[in-house]
């Protein structure tokens, strides 16, 4: 009889530890949960900055790629310059020879009318 109160009292002291143990889990369950939300909170601003650097990313990329396409642009014009004053000091060349060849014509008559 004895042995069964003691067996009682064993289950008791065990209940209360595994109450006990219960309420420590519930707890630490709680903390872990807490941690979960603060975790998921912290990736949604990760991803939201990685979204907004991506985005900042593309922008730089169209801004570059809009850069080059001005920077291929300007070389065709400068080479077009470049055509059109080689060809204008071709032209100005020509011209001081015609010049050069008149003032010549020129001059041969006023000697000869001399």
Do not use: F, H, P
Not at 23 to 38: N, Y
Not at 76 to 98: F, G, P, Q, W
């Amino acid at each position: 009889n004895n042995n069964n109160s003691n067996n009682g009292a064993v289950s008791a002291v065990e209940m209360e530890i595994l109450k006990s143990q219960n309420i420590t889990l519930r707890a630490e369950i709680d903390a872990v949960r807490q941690l979960a939300r603060k975790n998921d909170e912290e990736l949604r601003t990760l991803e939201k900055q990685l979204i907004g650097a991506k985005m900042g990313w593309a922008q730089c990329e169209m801004e570059r790629e809009n850069a080059v396409s001005k920077q291929r642009d300007l070389k065709a014009l400068i080479r077009r310059y470049a055509a059109k004053v080689s060809t204008m000091e071709v032209e100005l060349e020509n011209t001081k020879d015609r010049l050069a060849s008149l003032t010549a014509a020129q001059q041969g008559r006023k000697k000869s009318t001399r």
